[in-house]
């Protein structure tokens, strides 16, 4: 253990340390998170202000959050749309899968290896109920939003929804 000479005492002491964290504390935005994803090592950064109802990107791209279960037929079957959209946006739309249900680690990868899923997943507990804290609720998978890149929701389709509809509401944030 170091030992430090000092003529402060204690309770100085303790009240230096306290400003200095206050400072600290101060230099970070509490609207802002970091997110891990299962299949892109940088993860993800977003920041939600839940009074202008808005969830941006560290990014400033349009995106879609895409709502998905382990379980859940129709959420597989939404998926290879998801992809396909996922690779034909690609650098001007981010795709972010939202999986809930999960079944750990390595059966999340496994999912999403059986399913050929590229774009970023997030399946931590916390995250999940991050954004569906941010969308206002999510009754049901799959559900897809899609935010413009002012981070304002823009379009929602609920249950599998054809690849074109999904695709129209891109183009609109486009």
Request: charged share 20%; hydrophobic share 40%.
């Amino acid at each position: 253990m170091i030992k430090f000479k000092t003529t402060l005492k204690k309770s100085q002491l303790f009240i230096f340390f306290m400003l200095f964290g206050a400072m600290l504390a101060g230099c970070v935005d509490p609207l802002s998170r970091h997110h891990i994803a299962l299949n892109d090592e940088k993860g993800i950064d977003t920041r939600f202000d839940p009074k202008q109802k808005q969830l941006k990107l560290a990014s400033d791209e349009p995106f879609v959050l895409f709502f998905y279960d382990t379980d859940c037929g129709a959420c597989k079957a939404q998926i290879p749309d998801i992809e396909a959209l996922s690779h034909e946006y690609a650098g001007r739309v981010k795709f972010i899968g939202i999986l809930g249900g999960t079944q750990g680690f390595d059966k999340d990868m496994k999912l999403l290896k059986e399913h050929n899923v590229s774009f970023i997943t997030i399946s931590d507990p916390v995250s999940v109920q991050y954004f569906d804290t941010a969308v206002g609720g999510v009754n049901g998978v799959p559900v897809t939003f899609i935010f413009n890149k002012n981070g304002e929701q823009a379009g929602k389709t609920l249950g599998y929804t054809p690849r074109a509809a999904i695709n129209k509401k891109i183009l609109s944030v486009l």
